[in-house]
């Protein structure tokens, strides 16, 4: 089970796939159930303002502002979840 609002949790891009995946659920009532890590957000059928939206939830639910929100055109699910990562991993190194 994902733990939420901790900075200490162990935020790897397996679990924020999965946290990607209800957010998305969450907001948009779109089951991801059968999304894999390289679904790209365009085939999910989210636009790039969608996937801020997601994004801005994600920051809400680990506690952490992203600082750096660097993705590639269309990206895929690993892609926002490394992202994330990186971002998790920097604030932890600060």
Request: aromatic share 4%; glycine share 2%.
């Given at each position: ?48 303002m969608a996937v801020l939206d997601v994004i801005m939830t994600?920051?809400d639910t680990i506690g952490i ?30």
């Open positions: 089970m994902l733990q939420e609002n901790s900075m200490d949790a162990r935020w790897t891009e397996e679990n924020i796939i999965e946290l990607l995946k209800k957010t998305v659920f969450d907001t948009f009532d779109i089951d991801l159930s059968d999304a894999t890590p390289q679904t790209s957000v365009s085939d999910i059928g989210l636009d790039s994600v920051e502002k992203l600082g750096r929100i660097e993705l590639p055109k269309n990206p895929s699910l690993q892609d926002v979840a490394a992202m994330v990562a990186r971002n998790v991993e920097a604030r932890a190194n600060e």
